[in-house]
């Protein structure tokens, strides 16, 4: 098998996703699943809906956390476009823990590959334009990391993974210091290497920010044309484009390309991984079938 072309987290974060997701469904066990005689079996998983595949770290976790010694035959890699119909892997293992995990291993992968795909598209209406698509932290409770992996895997970005790993001066922050200044000030004295994001409401404010120096400037809420007027400041001497301008809240995909073609840098999209459409697989037990 080759080598996956999109790094997933380390290991132990997709244990962790399911090993919770694993007690939530088993619990005291599977009372179903005992009624076989767990001997060796095989599986196929089918793929119902055109999608881009994504999710098969925590797919192959949660067949081996029941069962270290099945075997997978992948014939599609992350990343890759699968059509509906098309069988994406088999499995050969024990009945009992094939059964078990199905459901598990099934909720990753849709919901992943839902995500992924969701971004395709996306991505796919902003190509040549040189906008970067980013995600945002509105995903599914718990599956933060996973779901960015998936953006990731659809061919997007992840903005900050959570409070932590970046300064993000949004209305209520400025309002608190007086200015866009002397937030900025405040933010570098105290949280100097970390990335610095600036949300700024007029083209006053935005030039309040250039002048300022931070990482990347969120112009939300422009109307068109002060947007263009915004990317025409940001990228004019003496700014030069050095500092990204990004537009984030009410971007839906028959907006998008407009807003790509007025020459931001990036644009955020909570519906990546706010508006999951889950694509359809089922895993079946027996060998694959013939055409």
């Known amino acids: 098998m080759n080598a996956p072309r999109f790094a997933p987290p380390p290991a132990a974060v997709v244990d ?6 694993l007690a939530e469904d088993i619990g005291s066990g599977d009372a179903t699943a005992m009624l076989l005689d767990d ?10 809906e055109d999608c881009v595949l994504a999710g098969r770290p925590w797919f192959e976790a949660c067949h081996r956390a029941l069962d270290p010694g099945v075997a997978f035959d992948w014939r599609f890699e992350e990343g890759d476009r699968v059509a509906n119909g098309q069988v994406v892997a088999t499995l050969r293992g024990r009945n009992r823990a094939l059964v078990t995990a199905e459901r598990a291993s099934l909720n990753f992968l849709q919901t992943l590959s839902g995500t992924a795909t969701t971004t395709a598209r996306h991505v796919e209406a902003v190509r040549g334009t040189g906008a970067t698509l980013l995600d945002t932290r509105k995903t599914i409770p718990g599956l933060r990391i996973a779901q960015k992996y998936a953006v990731r895997v659809g061919g997007g970005g992840n903005h900050r993974i959570g409070l932590y790993d970046a300064v993000m001066l949004k209305e209520n922050h400025i309002r608190a210091f007086g200015s866009v200044a002397a937030a900025i000030e405040r933010a570098r004295g105290l949280h100097p290497a970390l990335p ?24 939300d809420d422009f109307d068109a044309a002060t947007r263009r007027e915004a990317v025409r400041i940001a990228k004019a ?32 999209i909570g519906g990546l991984t706010k508006h999951v459409h889950a694509i359809d697989f089922s895993l079946k037990l027996g060998p694959t079938p013939t055409a």
């Open 16 to 21: 962790a996703d399911v090993a919770a997701a």
């Open 196 to 219: 610095l994001i600036v949300e700024v409401e007029t083209l006053a404010q935005l030039r309040e920010a250039l002048d300022t120096g931070c990482t990347r400037i969120l112009i």
């Open 237 to 268: 001497a003496p700014y030069a484009g050095r500092i990204p301008l990004e537009v984030s809240g009410g971007v839906d995909l028959a907006s998008l390309r407009g807003i790509a073609d007025d020459g931001v840098d990036c644009i955020s």
């Open 39 to 48: 001997a060796p079996d095989s599986a196929y998983l089918l793929c119902k």
